[in-house]
Every structure is written in C-alpha cells, then in structure tokens.
C-alpha cells in the first residue's frame, strides 16, 4: 500500500516532465474532476444518500471566483475563499433535502440542481448566461502567478492531496465511523442516541464545501465559466465516477474521473461513437464489479492470497484425533 502511494506520488510529481501540453490539462481535469466526485462519495459512499445535483455547487464557486477575479479584480485568496463561502452558503440551504431520503431525496436534489442551472442561464445580467464569464486570469499566490499550465497542475495537485488527507481524517474519526452506522441502519443509530439528521446535514455541507473547492480549480483550469458546470450532466457523471472506481474509497473517484475523462478526451479523437465505448463499461462494471474498480481488485487480491496459501490438514489427520484415537 505505501509502495503503491509513493508510486503515484513520483508519477504525479513527475508528470509535467514526462507528459505533453494535452496530457498535463487532461491530468489537471482529471483531479478537478475527481475531486468533485470524491465530495459527492462522502455522500454515497459513507452516508448512504444519492445527491444527483452537486454540480451546482461546483457551479456556483466557479462562478463567484470568476466574477470576483473578472468584475472586481480581486486576488486568489478573496476569489477562492469567496467561491468556496457560496458553495458552503448553498449548501448550508441545500442541506435540507437530507430530512428526506430515497427516492425523494434524489428528486429534490435533481430539482435544486435545476434551479441553479436556470439562474445560471436566464440571469444574463450577472452570469452572462449561455455567454458565461470568459478571461479568467490565472491565480497568484504568494506573489507567484501559475500562469502556465505545468506550473498551475502543481497548484492543483497540492490542493486536491492537501483534501484528500483531510477527507482521510475525517472517514476515520468518530463522525465518518458515525456515517458509515446511519449507512447501515439509520433506525439502529436513532435508538443509540445518535441524532441522524445533524450528522447527515454536516456531511452534505462538507461534501458541498468540497465540491466549491473543485468548482475553483476548475473556474482557473478552464478560465471560463457557463452554466454547462451545473447540468444535470456534470452532477450525474460525478455520481458514475465515485461508483465506476469504488464507492467508499479514496482513490477510487479519481480513478473514475481517469477513465470516463479518458475515454471522453482521448478515445474520442479515434472513436466516433465512444458514448457506447463508456456505456459498455459502466454495463461491464455494474455487471462484474458491483463495488467498482477498487473494489473488484481487492476482492482479486484476496482470492490470490486465499489461493496461495497453505491448506490446513484435514481434521481426522490433526494431533488431538491421532492421540485419541478411533472410538
């Protein structure tokens, strides 16, 4: 396992050296994204609630930093805290939605997911609408802009590994241990004195702040904003990446955002018809790997390991039958 996170860490490190311009922005999207469907994991992965509209606060921190750095020429700090603040806020009112649960939770968040699509779209004066917000300057911190593309993955990589140890902190404290019970038996954590509603509504706040902090990488990744970031879409494909690479893990959003990205942006340039190319795999996935990628995997390793070793000697050959002997 450390062998396999010192390994990424080089490569990661490595990468603007070893990759091209085209690769370096697809690996750079490839975290974003990814970033985005770990937050929504937190969700469904260790709480057990299906959020179908988290694009919107992706959307909204995007477009507040680009506002903020476009309209009123603000830093990076004031621009990316303030993208951050909003997606928090909404989540803050979002979060509601979780007093519901199924069906009915998945349906509100689709609708909430509506609502900010359609601000995004129909309030030209501030948005932009289909135009969005264009020029988005690169971000300076510290006095060093990362203008260029290798320079800004770097920032990108910081950020998400700086998330992603905090995310691990955060599932194996008292409050993950807490979520992954109500995924479990909600009506077993309400009769052990846990108030499930509180627990669930930090979570969906959490997730939210999280996927704020994708929607500002991506609004300096992409230097444009439009209301594209909070379709229906974007929220569904965040779900399929936590669920393609194994729900419940770390890595495994990332490794999801890898593929679908992947065969978005590199299979297509061959395929003409790779929308069938990812469904075949998400057939194969739910088909095969109902745990996902990561999970199918382990589940691998342990058969080798089970496999692999030693069988124990049949009971009538064990010491204590050999010493008292046939009845």
Known sequence: MRIGAAALA??????PWLLGTFWISLVTQMLIFGLLALSVDLLTGHTGILPMGHAGFFAVAAYATAILEVRHAQGFWISAGG????????ALVFGLA???????????????????????????????GENGVSNVPPPAVAGAR???????????????????????????????????????????????GYNVFAHKYVAF???????????????????FVSPAAATFHASAEAVLMGILGGSGTILGPFLGAAIILGIRNWVSAYIGWWTAVMGVVFIVTVLHAPDGLLGAARKWRARARSASAPAAPPAALTGASIRRGPR
């Open 205 to 223: 706040v959490i997730s939210g702040g999280l996927a704020g902090v994708a929607g500002v990488l991506y609004a300096y990744w992409n230097r």
């Open 83 to 90: 993208g951050v603040l909003v997606a928090v806020l909404l």
């Open 10 to 15: 080089a490569a990661g490190l490595a990468a």
């Open 98 to 128: 979780v007093r519901t649960s199924g069906v009915y939770f998945i349906l509100l968040t689709i609708a909430l997911g509506h609502i900010v699509w359609g601000v995004a779209m129909r309030w030209t004066t501030f948005t932009g």
């Open 146 to 192: 990362f203008a260029d593309l290798s320079v800004y993955y770097y920032l990108v990589l910081a950020v998400v590994l700086a998330c992603g140890l905090l995310y691990r902190q955060l599932i194996r404290s008292p409050f993950g241990l807490a979520l992954r019970g109500i995924r479990e038996s909600e009506s077993r954590m309400r009769s052990l």
